[in-house]
Structures are given as C-alpha cells and as structure tokens.
Nanobody, 118 residues
Framework: QEQLVESGGGLVQPGGSLTLSCRAP????????MGWYRQAAGKQREWVAT???????AYTGSVKGRFTIFKDKSNGTLYLQMNSLKPEDTAMYFC????????????WGQGTQVTVSS
C-alpha cells in the first residue's frame, strides 16, 4: 500500500504556531489534489484545506487567514502551516492524497495530534 507519513504535531500554547508535514513523494507531483483533515475527540472528521493540482488552495472558514497549505515537490512533502492557533484547533490532523486512475483512490496518513492549550 502507499504510505503517507505525517509529523509535526505536538503541544502548543494559544497564539502559537506549528507546521505539519506529510511525506508523500509519489503524490506531490502526480497531478492530483491533496488535503488536510482533522478530527477532534468525540467529533466527526472535518475537511481543513485542499491544494488542487491546477487551482488555488481552499480552506474551511474557521482556519482561513491562519493556516496555509503548500507542497514542496523537491522533497515530496505536503505541509500545513498553522498560525495563531486556538484551543478549538485541537484535533488529530490527517493528510490525504489521491492517486491512480483519474485520481480516484484516496490515501490517508496515520494522523498527528495537535493540542493547543495553556
């Protein structure tokens, strides 16, 4: 199976910053979109951000202006730069990639925990 390896999660104080990484060398240049999702304890998984192959990135309203999704094809990594973090951002964050024919197959990372607390 394809592997997406996430890192960068941890404990941060409100107002702080973290950058999440998703190592996905085969996916960053395959022409398919990639994205970040998160799931807080006891809640449904929600979409956070998407970077399409040939369109502008999109964000859920609660993170717009604070988070930035980008990828570096040279090292095959997807990133989520998170600034001005709030306790409400506390969640398990997941990387998602798409591949194979017509980008029709989803691949998920294992998740990395982000905790925003004083």
């Amino acid at each position: 199976q394809e592997q997406l390896v996430e890192s960068g999660g941890g404990l941060v104080q409100p107002g702080g910053s973290l950058t999440l990484s998703c190592r996905a060398p085969g996916f960053t240049s395959n022409g398919c979109s990639m994205g970040w999702y998160r799931q807080a304890a006891g809640k449904q998984r929600e979409w956070v951000a998407t970077i399409p192959n040939a369109a502008q990135p999109a964000y859920t309203g609660s993170v717009k202006g604070r988070f930035t999704i980008f990828k570096d094809k040279s090292n095959g990594t997807l990133y989520l730069q998170m600034n001005s973090l709030k306790p409400e951002d506390t969640a398990m964050y997941f990387c998602k990639a798409r591949g194979h024919g017509t980008c029709g197959t989803d691949y998920w990372g294992q998740g990395t925990q982000v905790t925003v607390s004083s």
